[in-house]
């Protein structure tokens, strides 16, 4: 049997701003172990014997899940990118078209990237009893076991019978209030959905053609004409974007025969809210969880994030503060899910730099951080890794001062070619043709400062790219 983990990460996770932003959501972040979340969904299937993963994430989020599945060894993987966002039925048939290209027999373990799950042994056999349903023709879901009347997540009805460890699906049900979650907490035969979900991609496909016709044809037709761009696979935009938008619960799961419910208690949590991040993360004798520099004085059942600056909290009870480079939380624990309202008001704002631009950009060369930011300037700390290059550009709204902080830049600045080694520079005046390249074996750090009207990512015309960017 080949099981193929199909990795889906294409959340915006904007109930955790201001840490997780749309260019740089929770899925890439490491919030919960020293690892990212989308690197720990993926170290956990260690010891299963899964093949390469097909990771199916947002075309502008590419080069950071390449490279954050490079640094775990990740072998082979196929990224599928998706041109726009039509919910997990579409994202979930995209992948299961490759998987069947690669085994007509293939079962697919679908698995979110931004998920925390505490017990793998659990979790190992789980997989090993949906994979083995799943290849009798089933589509099987696991339903978390309930712990509490929990009224921020969906349910799934089963049909419970004592002695079984797989059982039949009977419903989804949407989040309940209160008094409802505590009855489907008393029943028994109610489970959390975990979005989890093992199935044969022929099973799938099948069903979704039968109950979504639509879907399965726009897909198909994407996939079928898909660019492959340097490590990735483009679906063809045109054809996507005729999709429905609709979840894999309601297009197919909601709609089969064919379901079956595996129940799951391996310490699952969605990590939802800044909430949810206090509740699986390591708590000090005071009850709080503390990252960063932060200092607390009779601070208490609270979670204190800083990801720079000194953060001092004194008599503090059940609060949530986050602090980022450009953006400070402050909120009562049990409000957290407020955030987004937060997000929306920024939004129609037009305050689109607090909403979408992490202070961090991850570039199949290398990244940077931005340092500082006024009227008519911006300071980066520009790190390229060992023989990369960026493209050869040019900037209509912008000029360019290079300081090499320590590594070797070969730089070329419109005619001229040039060597720079530590405490050497260059200046680029606006509408010039320019590269910077990385010719040694240790990573080039330098401090550019941006000067002009409009400072933005998209103020950038290429000429030539090694990533195919052109």
């Known amino acids: ?95 299961a078209f490759k998987a069947q290209a690669l085994d007509k027999d293939a079962v697919m373990v679908v698995l979110p990237s931004d998920h925390v799950i505490q017990n793998k042994a659990v979790l190992a056999h789980g997989v090993e009893l949906a994979c083995k349903t799943a290849a009798e023709g089933f589509l099987v879901t696991f339903g978390i076991t309930p712990t509490a009347p929990e009224t921020g997540y969906g349910y799934i009805k089963a049909e419970v019978k004592s002695g079984d460890s797989v059982f039949p699906l009977d419903k989804f049900v949407e989040k309940p209030n209160r008094e409802t979650a505590q009855k489907y907490l008393d029943s028994g035969d109610y489970f959390w959905n975990s979005g989890m979900f093992v199935f ?50 309601y297009a197919v799961m909601e709609k089969t025969s064919k379901g079956k419910v595996i129940p799951l208690d391996a310490g699952w949590n969605d990590v939802g809210s800044w909430s949810a991040l206090w509740e699986v993360n390591k708590k000090d004798e005071n009850q709080n969880v503390i990252f960063g520099d932060v200092l607390t004085q009779n601070t208490k059942d609270s979670y204190i994030y800083s990801q720079g600056r000194l953060v001092a909290a004194v008599g503090l009870r059940n609060i949530v503060v986050v602090e980022t480079k450009d953006a400070v ?20 704002q037009e305050r689109y730099s607090c909403v979408e631009e992490n202070q961090v950009g991850v570039r199949p060369w290398g990244s940077y951080e931005a340092i500082e930011r006024g009227h008519r300037y911006k300071v980066k700390h520009i790190t390229v890794k060992p023989g990369a290059k960026l493209s050869v550009q040019m900037h209509y709204h912008r000029a360019e001062h290079w300081i090499v902080v320590s590594g070797t830049a070969l730089v070329r600045n419109g005619d001229q070619e040039l060597l720079l080694g530590e405490n050497q520079s260059t200046f680029i005046p606006l509408g010039t043709v320019h590269a910077l390249e990385n010719p040694g074996k240790v990573p080039l750090e330098l401090i550019e400062v941006q000067s002009g009207p409009y400072l933005e990512e998209d103020d950038i015309i290429r000429f030539e790219d090694r990533y195919g960017r052109c």
């Open 200 to 249: 044969k991609a022929s099973t799938f496909l099948a069903e979704l053609q039968h109950f979504e016709p639509e879907i399965f044809a726009s897909v198909e037709a994407a996939y079928t004409k898909a660019a492959v761009d340097v490590d990735f696979i483009r679906l063809e935009k045109e054809s996507f974007a005729t999709s429905p938008s609709r979840s894999i619960d």
């Open 329 to 348: 939380l402050v909120a009562e624990r049990r409000q957290v899910q407020g955030v987004k309202d937060i997000v929306e008001e920024l939004k129609r």
């Open 1 to 95: 049997m080949t099981i193929i983990p199909v990795i889906l990460s294409g959340g915006a996770g904007t109930r955790l701003w201001p840490l997780s932003r749309s260019q740089y959501p929770k899925q890439f972040l490491s919030l919960a172990a020293q690892n990212t979340m989308i690197q720990e969904t993926l170290l956990r299937l260690e010891g299963i014997g899964v093949a390469s993963p097909i990771v199916i994430c947002n075309e502008s989020h590419r080069f950071i899940v390449a490279d954050q599945l490079a640094q775990i060894n990740v072998k082979n993987p196929f990224i599928i990118l998706e041109p726009l966002g039509r919910n997990t039925a579409p994202a979930i048939a995209a992948g």
